[in-house]
């Protein structure tokens, strides 16, 4: 049986591949910030859930995450979801630098230590994460996140690159969704192409089974991401963002 490491899962995308799965019988070893939902899961399926608070910002990080691996019984899969975005119309610094923290250093952080995790096994495993349309692309006042989102893809990348040189046989997906309808969308605030949880999950769940190198959620934003990418700076720059994506309030992909 597949064991799998989620962190981010305490709510949105994490959370709800977290129950999918866990209903189906995988073992999984869950982390995050708060974990009271995860307790909740816990108490649901007591045979198949494990889990640890970790904050990917802190140092301790790693050391918890190694601790819920051994909890869980060993890890087969790595699953990152955990981020954080919002837009910073003022360019307030300590914003910024909490989105990079959390995005760019967390997610360095964690995923590096899986990948050490395997190599030390000389184990062929998988590192499957969420990062972002948005890192196609540097959008206005999600600054922080899209460069974030763009640095994660990046790492990725090189892990893959890295795996093979090595020839350690370790797999990296990295999952790219548009604009996904969780409780931490604002209700009132309609997204461009938005998803909903029922529909992201099943193909997210797929690209962990198929582990294709990336994969846009869905293929419409596949296809926005290609046509993006051929825009010149030059022109980009003096594109309306606010027509790409709707600013002026907070949201989060998860905790």
């Known amino acids: 049986m597949k064991r799998i490491i989620i962190t981010g899962a305490s709510s949105g995308i994490g959370y709800a591949v977290a129950e999918a799965l866990a209903s189906r019988g995988v073992r999984l070893g869950l982390a995050a910030r708060h974990t009271s939902t995860l307790k909740e899961l816990k108490e649901k399926y007591p045979d198949c859930v494990e889990y640890e608070s970790i904050d990917i910002t802190h140092a301790d990080a790693p050391r918890k995450l190694s601790e819920l691996i051994e909890k869980t019984g060993g890890m087969d899969i790595y699953f990152h979801v955990a981020g954080i975005g919002y837009d910073n119309p ?3 610094p300590q914003r910024e630098a909490t989105i990079i923290n959390t995005n760019a250093s967390g997610f360095a952080r964690m995923t590096s230590t899986a990948y050490s995790y395997f190599r030390s096994k000389r184990k062929r495993g998988q590192i499957v994460a969420v990062t972002s349309v948005a890192g196609t692309k ?70 962990i089974v198929k582990h294709p190198r990336v994969a846009y959620i869905d293929w419409r934003w596949g296809l926005v991401c290609a046509i993006w990418k051929l825009i010149p700076d030059f022109i980009w720059t003096r594109m309306d963002y606010k027509k790409l994506h709707p600013l002026g309030r907070r949201h989060e992909q998860s905790k």
């Open 138 to 207: 540097g959008i206005g006042e999600l600054s922080a996140y899209s460069a974030s989102k763009r640095c994660a893809s990046t790492y990725l990348t090189a892990l893959a690159q890295l795996s093979n040189n090595e020839l350690a046989g370790i797999s990296i997906t990295d999952i790219r969704p548009g604009w996904v309808r969780t409780p931490l969308l604002h209700s009132d605030t309609e997204y461009p192409m938005e998803m909903s949880l029922d529909y992201v999950v099943p193909q997210i769940i797929r690209a």
């Open 90 to 92: 003022t360019m307030d």
